[in-house]
């Protein structure tokens, strides 16, 4: 058996995709406390993605003894500022001109929990330059995708018409979507949940 702790439709979608028979559960956490202490112990960011997929995983599995139970994170970090999804349209918007023109960094990662103990984790990391688009493009953006601008940290998804919004992009695609796909895939099938 295996579990997502996530409530994310698009890792939920990735694992189907990729022929997993899952269960959802999503962990509960205040990932906004967890960041605040993590920033304070001035921890890296990849630290904070792993701590935070750990914590998800961990909490999880406890409730399904014998299931592979999978936590994800995804942080995004510019020149040194870590950003979380929107609230609102207004933040959206800020956080958006405050991407505009520069490179950011997506780090994902995934931990692999088994009856309430850490088995494997794998963080990668993407890199992603946003063009210098205008205020009108941006604010068609917003009124295109809608609230879908809040269910992603940086408000857009390279699936759709986020795409728009950069210059170049770097790195694993599973990655950028807020799961390291296929090292994941490797350890199941190591551990034979999958075939081999």
């Not at 994310?8 to 967890?34: C, F, N, W």
């Not at 956080?95 to 994902?108: A, D, E, P, V």
């Amino acid at each position: 058996m295996i579990v997502l702790a996530s409530a994310s439709v698009t890792r939920k979608q990735m694992l189907e995709s990729a022929g997993l028979h899952i269960d959802i559960d999503p962990a509960r956490v205040d990932e906004d406390e967890v960041k605040l202490a993590l920033k304070a112990e001035q921890v890296p960011v990849e630290r904070a993605a792993e701590a935070l997929a750990e914590l998800k995983a961990l909490r999880i599995s406890s409730k399904h003894p014998g299931a592979l139970v999978i936590g994800a994170d995804q942080m995004l970090e510019c020149d040194g500022a870590w950003f979380d999804k929107s609230p609102d349209r207004a933040t959206a918007r800020a956080q958006l001109q405050s991407l505009r023109g520069k490179t950011h960094r997506l780090i994902s990662c995934a931990v692999v929990a088994l009856n309430g103990e850490r088995l494997w984790h794998t963080t990668e990391a993407a890199r992603l330059t946003m063009r210098n688009f205008s205020d009108a493009f941006l604010d068609d953006y917003l009124d295109t995708v809608g609230e879908a601008v809040f269910t992603s940290v940086g408000g857009y998804q390279l699936e759709g018409r986020g795409v728009q919004l950069f210059h170049r992009i770097e790195g694993d695609f599973f990655t950028i979507l807020g799961l390291p796909l296929l090292p994941l895939l490797d350890f199941l099938r190591a551990r034979g949940a999958l075939a081999a």
